[in-house]
Every structure is written in structure tokens, then in C-alpha cells.
């Protein structure tokens, strides 16, 4: 279970001078898709201790372009792998390709 945001932000406190982000999954590293409000209540919080924000949790470039306005609220950064793989469990180009694709249009670059 997600702890609460603020919770979290005491655990994390003691550690800012060592750390410059703070990763926010809601799966814990199981590709369970995120809920972009519980991320942006805990962001909300997190934020304030001047660490950069992460998302993951069940990106791919379809989830990305879906939260792209919690992506740019934040200037976050995201990050994948299970959404990414082919069957072989290996990274898919395409799938790769798209990713990247829609995380720097969320991030408000111009992509051609």
C-alpha cells in the first residue's frame, strides 16, 4: 500500500542532501499503471523538499501522453521498463521509440 504523502516526506527528509530526485510508483516496480491524482498529491508534498520528481508505473507512450499535463506540472521526469518489453522479454524498438516520442512532447519539446 502507498504510504500517505506526508509520511513519506518524513522518511525522505534525512536523506535530501544525498539524493536530487525522488522516484513516485505507485506499483512499486510492477507496471500497475499510476493514478495521476494520488502522484500529484504526493508530488505536492515531495516537491517541497526541492528534489526533482519521477513518475512510473505503467508508462508507455499512450499513459504518457495522458498524464503529459502532471508530466509538465511537475517538470517531471519518467521512467519505464515493463510496458517497453516484446514478448521475449526483451525492449521493444518501436514500442521505445513511441515512449521517448510522447515523453518529450508531454515535456513540451516539439518532435518532427
Known amino acids: ?6 509520511d513519506m516526506k ?4 534525512p536523506y535530501t542532501d544525498l539524493v536530487d530526485y525522488v522516484l513516485i510508483d505507485q ?8 493514478d495521476p491524482k494520488v ?4 508530488a505536492e508534498v515531495l516537491r517541497t523538499l526541492g528534489l526533482g520528481i519521477v513518475f512510473a508505473g505503467g508508462l508507455n507512450s499512450k499513459r504518457v501522453r495522458e ?6 506540472e511537475f517538470n517531471a521526469s519518467i521512467d519505464a ?7 521475449e522479454d526483451e525492449l521493444d524498438e518501436t514500442k521505445v521509440s513511441a515512449y521517448i516520442t510522447e515523453g518529450l512532447r508531454a515535456m513540451g519539446y516539439t518532435v518532427v
Open 1 to 6: 500500500m502507498f504510504e500517505l504523502p506526508f
Open 10 to 13: 518524513k522518511k525522505i527528509e
Open 27 to 34: 506499483s512499486m516496480g510492477s507496471g500497475i499503471p499510476i
Open 39 to 42: 502522484s500529484r498529491d504526493v
Open 67 to 72: 498524464i503529459a499535463p502532471l508530466i509538465r
Open 81 to 87: 521498463e515493463s510496458r517497453l518489453m516484446n514478448d
